[in-house]
């Protein structure tokens, strides 16, 4: 009875040693992932990005290093009119906030923009659902992004 015991606890010890090290690991592996791009690649790809929309680009503002709006304009009848691009450069595992969210969407009925489309190189917050009434806003998360930038061949190392 008493090698019963010590079987069990010593499969116990030696298994929660394994989870643990099998879930550092895989955090490792998450906080070492790599920016594809610097700001400023990310700011020129996102800007390429909008003109192979066919958007004509007008304004374009440069908050900070890491945060830029691009001000478009859709030509086509029916469905264009005014567009407000918000480009946030973040690292691969950051979170664009839920009040970051809220903030651009404000800025996008204030303007009377037809339409927002925000553009991150990091994920938007998992309750985006729970945040309410938007205004007219599409989400590009740094995966979409990465897809959007291979499919159009824009090549980032010109972007520099």
Not at 64 to 92: M, V, W
Not at 134 to 153: I, K, M, N, T
């Amino acid at each position: 009875m008493g090698s019963v015991f010590f079987i069990t606890l010593f499969s116990l010890i030696v298994g929660s040693f394994l989870i643990l090290l099998i879930g550092t690991q895989k955090k490792k592996d998450l906080s070492s992932q790599e920016p594809l791009y610097t700001p400023k690649q990310f700011a020129k790809l996102c800007l390429q990005l909008v003109e192979q929309m066919k958007l004509e680009v007008g304004e374009i503002s440069q908050g900070s290093e890491r945060q830029t709006d691009i001000y478009a304009k859709n030509n086509t009848p029916f469905t264009g009119g005014r567009y407000i691009i918000h480009c946030l450069y973040l690292d691969p595992n950051g979170v664009v906030p839920s009040p970051e969210i809220i903030e651009f969407s404000n800025l996008v009925l204030q303007e009377r923009a037809s339409k927002g489309l925000f553009i991150t190189t990091g994920t938007f917050t998992s309750d985006l659902s729970a945040i309410g009434e938007l205004a007219p806003l599409e989400f590009l998360d740094g995966a979409r992004f990465q897809s959007l930038v291979r499919e159009h061949r824009l090549p980032a190392s010109s972007a520099v």
